[in-house]
């Protein structure tokens, strides 16, 4: 616990003082981005004095010279490959400040509520994973302290967990506080990149996309500002807690969220979260002098499980929401984008809530095989489950065909089928259970004669409730097993004869 307590520190933030300083997530032990990009450093000091930004380090590099402006100065360096340590001074006038065991290599951006906030202690197996952090000195890790602000700050508030040291003690501890899914998003990826990546947490839980995204991508959408709690007030966490961070060079973000918009304009994610993603990449695009990339990769996850047998329809919408309602990422609309489909990890006995399963390490295992293939352009990696490709109906059958093979287990009611005329004892709903009747390497088939002539299918969804089912235990899969089929739902073109979808 004093280990934690030690670690929150106040960054003082009394702007031009004179003192010559970076700024808050400037650190010792930290992690810049590394080439081809630059890295783009900036601080404070005294009006009208030139900074000089020298490195010392494995290899030699340039010294970078700013002015001072209305007491803000900011370099951007020259490219530096991966690797380290190096030793980083500001100097003006006088003055020097030095950032120590500085490592050169990706920077990760982690957002979202709380199933991003959840803590590497609260996972399965925690003990194991903490004691594997110190094998990973080149896994470096910060943390945003939760911070509202009614306007766009340049520099964050306050920092809770300054950059981690790798030969510290402390580290463990430290992992322990830290997001689970981006520390072990990063371990994984350490496994795959073998050079040194920088992991910046900044997060809430309990809130919604409204309130991380600027007033530009809110108005795209339709959205004016809510009165309800402070922490869904539109862009009181983009303006403290993401806005600060857009002079800072990063290679890519993830992003888990969604659960607090499940009930809350869920109806608009298909535009706020997909405005959301393009306003980040353009701020942080113009904020780092165009050195993120203006199009740098975005992962996130799926919605997992929150109420066991709940016909509400509020997560299944989410989820198809997230994808721009395309069903899987990237697409035309959300360029650069990868996914991690979940639903098939509930975790019953969650001392957290079922809202917050323990399984990360699928979660983030399954997040890095999208980073593989959309953000380090790796070829052959498949990191999503089966999607349909083609879908055909007559009277009796729908026929599915999926764009890989896949693995079947037989299931009564996870594919649901509606019919077109309301039948009188039939309240609620008209979508009706379509059992799988047979299947072969890429297709299934289901019954369709629940809608009996005239009746006939308009529309087809699978997955579509809450939690659909146990543990691992969906019924289609990736051939290899590893990968859920991701939730659909298609209605059938009335102008396409009994070809629903012929491409994906
Ligand atoms: C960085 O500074 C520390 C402390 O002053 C010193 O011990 C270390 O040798 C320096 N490292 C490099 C690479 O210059
Ligand atoms: C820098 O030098 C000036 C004048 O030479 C002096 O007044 C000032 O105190 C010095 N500042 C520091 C931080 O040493
Ligand atoms: C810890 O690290 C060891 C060796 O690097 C590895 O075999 C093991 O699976 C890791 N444990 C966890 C929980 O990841
Ligand atoms: C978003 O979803 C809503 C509600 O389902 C729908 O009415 C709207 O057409 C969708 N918008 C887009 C751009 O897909
Ligand atoms: C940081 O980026 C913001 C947004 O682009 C910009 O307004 C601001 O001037 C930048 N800050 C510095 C210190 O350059
Ligand atoms: C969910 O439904 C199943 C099947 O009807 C039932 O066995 C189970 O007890 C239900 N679980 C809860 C938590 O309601
Ligand atoms: C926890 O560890 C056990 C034993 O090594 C392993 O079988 C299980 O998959 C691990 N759980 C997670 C979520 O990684
Ligand atoms: C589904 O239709 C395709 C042709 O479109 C066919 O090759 C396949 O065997 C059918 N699947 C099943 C399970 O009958």
Known sequence: MSVICAAIIFASLRCCDGNLRFASYYGDHMVLQKSPQRA?????GTDGAQVTVSLSGPVPQKTSSAPMTEGIWQVTLDPVVAGGPYNVTAASQNSTVILTDVLF???????????MYFKTSQVFNASEELANATKYPHLRTFMAALKMSDTELTDLIQVKLPWSGPTSTALPGVVAEFSAVCWLFGRYMYDYLRYPIGLVESCWGGTPVEAWSSSGALQKCGLKQSEDSPKERNSVLWNAMIHPLLNMTIYGAIWYQGE?????????????????????RKAFHQGSQE????DFPFGFIQLD???????DDGFPDIRWHQTADVGFVPNPVMKKTFMAVTFDLPDKTSPYGTIHPRDKQDVAYRLTLGARAVAYDEEDVLFLGPFPKLIWSTETVINITYDQVVSVTPSKDIFEICCSVKRPNESKSQ???AAIVNWDPTSIQLSATYCQPPDEVTAVRYAWRDWPCDFKACPVYSASRILPAPPFIVNKDPGEGNIWKSSN
């Open 40 to 44: 783009v450093l900036w601080g404070y």
């Open 305 to 311: 499980t929150y109420r066991i047998n709940s016909t």
């Open 291 to 294: 050195q993120t990339a203006h």
């Open 431 to 433: 979508w009706a259970p």
């Open 260 to 280: 607090a918009n499940a009930d809350y304009h869920q109806d608009k994610y298909n535009c706020s979260f997909p405005a959301m993603i393009d306003d980040w």
């Open 105 to 115: 290599g990706d920077i990760w951006l982690c957002g979202g509520q709380s199933n």
